[in-house]
Each structure stands twice: as C-alpha cells, then as structure tokens.
C-alpha cells in the first residue's frame, strides 16, 4: 500500500498499467475527505489545462469522502492513472492500493 501526503488544494497522481483483462480496482483512505478519479495521460492534460469538463473513467468526486473502493474495467489501452484530489484547506494522507 502506498501513501501520498496531498497538501491544501492539491493532488497526487498514481500511473499503472493496464492489464489484459482491463479490470482493475483501487482502494483509497485518506485522514480527510477527498476526491478520486480514473484517467488516462490526455485526461490529465485536460485537468491541468484548467478544463472545468473532462473525460474520467471512475472514481467518487461528490460528495469527497474518506474511503473509495471501485472496481471497474476501462475501455482502453496503455496507462491509466489514479488520481487523489485534497480539496481541503488542510494536508490529508491518502493510503492506497490498486489491484489486477
């Protein structure tokens, strides 16, 4: 299991692989509410461009919460990426965990 301290406002970003099967599930806690989304390399690129509409495949973002489980598969190849939103005034520690 992995652990990413977020700091207020910001975000940590996990890449994995997608397996053959495309099934993937993740599993995140966190000390405080956050927001969790499934994306591809051109959906990050979306988000960090500021685009308020952009394309993700999973995850819980209303409301954030502490604990997001889900298991899905994606409907395509290359990477995927978690990615944890803190959108709290206050560092959070997320623990994590993604399984194939």
Same mark, same amino acid.
């Given at each position: 299991?992995?652990?990413?301290?977020?700091?207020?406002?910001?975000?940590?970003?996990?890449?994995?692989?997608?397996?053959?099967?495309?099934?993937?599930?993740?599993?995140?806690?966190?000390?405080?509410? *956050?927001?969790?989304?499934?994306?591809?390399?051109?959906?990050?690129?979306?988000?960090?461009?500021?685009?308020?509409?952009?394309?993700?495949?999973?995850?819980?973002?209303?409301?954030?919460?502490?604990?997001?489980?889900?298991?899905?598969?994606?409907?395509?190849?290359?990477?995927?990426?978690?990615?944890? *939103?803190?959108?709290?005034?206050?560092?959070?520690?997320?623990?994590?965990?993604?399984?194939?």
């Amino acid at each position: 299991m992995g652990i990413a301290v977020i700091g207020p406002n910001q975000n940590a970003r996990i890449r994995y692989r997608v397996p053959s099967s495309r099934t993937i599930e993740f599993d995140v806690r966190a000390d405080h509410s *956050v927001r969790t989304y499934i994306m591809t390399k051109k959906t990050l690129e979306e988000f960090d461009s500021g685009a308020k509409n952009f394309k993700y495949y999973g995850g819980f973002q209303d409301p954030p919460r502490r604990h997001h489980r889900q298991e899905l598969v994606l409907p395509f190849d290359g990477h995927w990426y978690l990615m944890i *939103v803190n959108p709290s005034s206050r560092s959070v520690e997320a623990k994590y965990e993604a399984f194939f």
